[in-house]
């Protein structure tokens, strides 16, 4: 009885070769390295100065990218400047599904220079 049964990880038929490199890409999480690479450098083009060096991006849930600012002053600020930021990361990434932002005080986890 037990011969019947498969694993459900197991596939019934031949799988892509795009299918078995998309998984071990998100097994290893070089997919997740590589997103945060590109999610970075978009930030660079994307956010003007001033509050470039006083944040840092995190990760997208949901299409909402968590950001970390060193001071609460600058929640405010992002939140005037919300829509222009989306616009360019989304405009810069598209696949990343990007559609608001969140702004979280966390001092320590930004550079200032």
Not at 71 to 95: D, M, T, W
Request: glycine share 8%; charged share 25%.
């Amino acid at each position: 009885m037990a011969a019947n049964h498969r694993r459900r990880d197991t596939p019934a038929g031949p799988v892509s070769i795009g299918r078995v490199v998309a998984r071990l890409l998100a097994r290893t999480g070089y997919d997740r390295e590589q997103a945060t690479t590109a999610l970075e450098a978009a930030w660079v083009d994307v956010v003007p100065e001033p509050l470039r060096s006083v944040s840092r991006p995190g990760l997208v849930r949901r299409g909402v990218l968590e950001v970390f600012v060193s001071h609460s002053a600058h929640v405010q600020e992002f939140g005037f400047q919300k829509q222009s930021i989306v616009a360019g990361l989304r405009s810069a990434l598209p696949s990343a599904g990007i559609c608001d932002i969140r702004c979280r005080l966390h001092p320590d986890s930004v550079r200032t220079t």
